[in-house]
């Protein structure tokens, strides 16, 4: 299968609407698609790439106090 292929693929099942998108309309899904899935791939590659956010990589036992056992 080829690269192009399989991104006409994604394209294709990404352009299936979701309930709040359709709710809210598209004049064309597969162009809207193809947007969403260009700029997932450049903050997938880049995790900076995306304006205002930060992703943050951290476990459980960073962000969570635990919680003492009684004596």
Known sequence: ???A???QERVESR???LPEEAAA???????????ILTESD???DNPNAAPDTILERRTSE???TPI???D
């Open 15 to 17: 352009a299936h609407l």
């Open 1 to 3: 299968m080829s690269d």
């Open 62 to 64: 960073q962000t969570v």
């Open 5 to 7: 292929k399989s991104d």
């Open 42 to 44: 450049i903050r997938e």
């Open 68 to 70: 003492e056992p009684p």
């Open 25 to 35: 309309g598209s004049e064309d899904p597969e162009a809207q698609a193809e947007a």
